[in-house]
């Protein structure tokens, strides 16, 4: 791939998830902290600081990618903030990119933090009537595990999905998250303990559905030029692409926080999905496709959603995911590894810091150093995430 | 004892017809896009330039796409009875309008009683009430036209 279509990644680092009840900067800054180190870079080289925002902690001044600017010390670095939901994460790494593919800085810093409230996650307070995302709680009492349960009834009823597949997704990621430092939930489960735990949305269980944490994630990114500079010829892990796609009209598939999905009775809905867009977008930007890769990071909100993951980036094809988890195939030591990092089932969602984790534990694993968790031999990842309102997030990363 | 005075949760989404209520969507007057809740300003048909929507009654009657239950009692602003009664929700398919709307299922009816499949028919019933109101909403009800898995 050629210098002036990827960026370098030289630190990744990231605050252990968990429910620390601390305010969100400092996980966002001791993030920073070990990714600056692991780039062998003082603060005060950064040129860019791209931030990830949360809504859920004051207000937009105060979540800004100034705040970790300002906290790491004023240096005039140039700065930008962005609130995508659960995609933050990737369009902040997809700010600092551009800059640096547009050649107007080297080296930057992607930052994203959160501290997380307990349960629900519920909409913006007061009388919103005008907002889709209060109006679904009020009207309708939908919460976001409604939406991911509509998905996982959809794929019992058509590609013959059970409870104990939804369930081995969860023993499974449990299983690759116990030697990762960072995560939250280190401990096995067992089928029947997912299985006797309370249903939440049928036919999805309180351990089937990613939990709510606090956490933080950082990125040093740099250009190629500056990569070699710094780091010498040594084997350089790279970031080939970003998606960040909107869905096409007619969206015909329901998806938070919408009432509806939108009519196709006068255009006609061709091509891919919405979720499929989001990963085929980024191999087109990468030249590869979902054979090449080694491992995914997908966002499983539930369990029963990874699964739809491993047909919308190409794994396998439509109806084929159960196949695949039942052979194997997506645990560590199968074909292509999904969430070796323990996915949010170990980690719970720290919403603008998680897309950035998804990629620091892919250069950990393309490094050889995810220890525990490695997936030997890996040579390219993906991640896949999806953040309310339409914001598709894919980074496709090599070494 | 007084009766409550019966209002809706929202103002314009559907007919009070307590007999054959309807959703109130939008059709684009240029492209006939339906939409629902209604819009109001643009098209959202990227190939339109409309800027102008009749109100359109949706069908009252669709097909079950997807369905679950909320086991726990969801957060505010969502008005929970005390104690709280677990309820079913289902997404539909409106074959005429060619989209999915969501909705609760009525008290009584639990996922055992769905499929994907199931026909199912509009009506108004109680979302939460205050001293003096009743706040209606729409909600789904199975017509037994197809049946469920407990039949």
């Not at chain 1, 995609?87 to 930057?108: F, P």
């Not at chain 1, 909409?123 to 009492?141: A, E, I, Q, T």
């Not at chain 1, 409870?163 to 430092?181: I, T, W």
């Not at chain 2, 999915?100 to 008290?107: D, F, L, R, W």
Request: net charge negative; aromatic share 10%.
């Amino acid at each position: 791939m050629p210098d002036d279509k990827r960026v370098a990644v030289l630190g990744a680092g990231m605050h252990p998830w968990g429910k620390w009840g601390r305010n969100f900067v400092e996980y966002g800054l001791a993030a920073a902290g070990d990714a600056l180190a692991e780039a062998g870079l003082p603060w005060t080289d950064i040129q860019y600081v791209a931030g990830a925002d949360t809504i859920r902690n004051g207000y937009p001044g105060f979540v800004a990618g100034a705040t970790f600017a300002q906290a790491l010390g004023w240096t005039g670095a140039r700065v930008s903030s962005a609130y995508a939901a659960c995609a933050s994460g990737a369009q902040a790494i997809n700010n600092a990119r551009a800059q640096i593919l547009a050649g107007l800085c080297d080296v930057a810093l992607v930052v994203g933090a959160d501290t997380t409230p307990k349960g629900f996650f519920t909409p913006v307070g007061g009388d919103r009537k005008d907002d889709p995302d209060w109006l679904r709680f009020h009207l309708m009492g939908a919460t976001n595990p409604t939406y991911f349960a509509l998905y996982a009834r959809r794929r019992m009823e058509l590609f013959g999905a059970t409870e104990a597949d939804f369930a081995a997704v969860k023993v499974k990621n449990a299983r690759h998250g116990l030697e990762n430092p960072y995560a939250r939930y280190r401990k096995e489960v067992t089928a029947d303990e997912v299985l006797s735990s309370p249903m939440v949305a049928d036919p999805l269980r309180l351990l089937e559905i990613c939990a709510t944490s606090d956490g933080g994630a950082a990125l040093v990114l740099c250009s190629m030029e500056f990569a070699r500079r710094h780091a010498g010829k040594a084997d350089l892990v790279t970031i080939d692409a970003v998606s960040t796609v909107t869905p096409r009209f007619p969206q015909t598939i329901i998806e938070m926080p919408n009432f509806s999905t939108d009519s196709s009775a006068t255009t006609a809905s061709v091509g891919p999905t919405f979720k499929q867009s989001v990963a085929l977008a980024a191999y087109e930007e990468a030249g590869i496709g979902p054979e090449d890769v080694s491992l995914a990071e997908v966002y499983d909100l539930s369990s029963a959603l990874e699964l739809d993951w491993y047909e919308d980036i190409g794994l396998c094809k439509q109806g084929e995911a159960e196949r695949m988890l039942r052979d194997g195939d997506t645990t560590l030591g199968g074909r292509v590894p999904v969430n070796a990092s323990g996915g949010l089932s170990c980690f719970g969602e720290a919403i603008p810091a998680q897309a950035i984790a998804q990629v620091c534990e892919l250069v950990w694993q393309l490094r050889g150093q995810a220890t525990g968790r490695q997936v030997e031999g890996a040579r390219v990842g993906i991640t896949a995430n999806q953040g309310l309102f339409g914001h598709g997030s894919s980074v496709i990363v090599s070494r | 004892m007084t009766t409550k005075t019966r209002v809706p949760a929202i103002e314009g989404w559907f007919t009070l017809d307590e007999q054959q209520p309807t959703l109130l969507g939008s059709r684009c007057t240029s492209c006939g896009n339906f939409a629902f809740p209604k819009e109001t300003f643009f098209c959202r048909n990227p190939g339109c330039q409309g800027r102008e929507f009749a109100e359109a009654p949706l069908s009252r009657t669709g097909t079950v796409w997807s369905y679950t239950d909320a086991c726990y009692q969801p957060p505010k602003p969502y008005e929970a009875a005390d104690p709280y009664v677990p309820f079913a929700l289902a997404a539909v398919e409106l074959a005429a309008e060619q989209m999915v709307v969501m909705g609760q299922v009525v008290p009584g009816v639990g996922v055992g009683d769905l499929q994907v499949g199931t026909e199912v028919e509009l009506v108004l019933d109680t979302l939460y009430e205050d001293d003096e109101h009743e706040y209606v909403v729409w909600k789904w009800r199975p017509t037994g036209a197809t049946t469920g898995k407990g039949a």
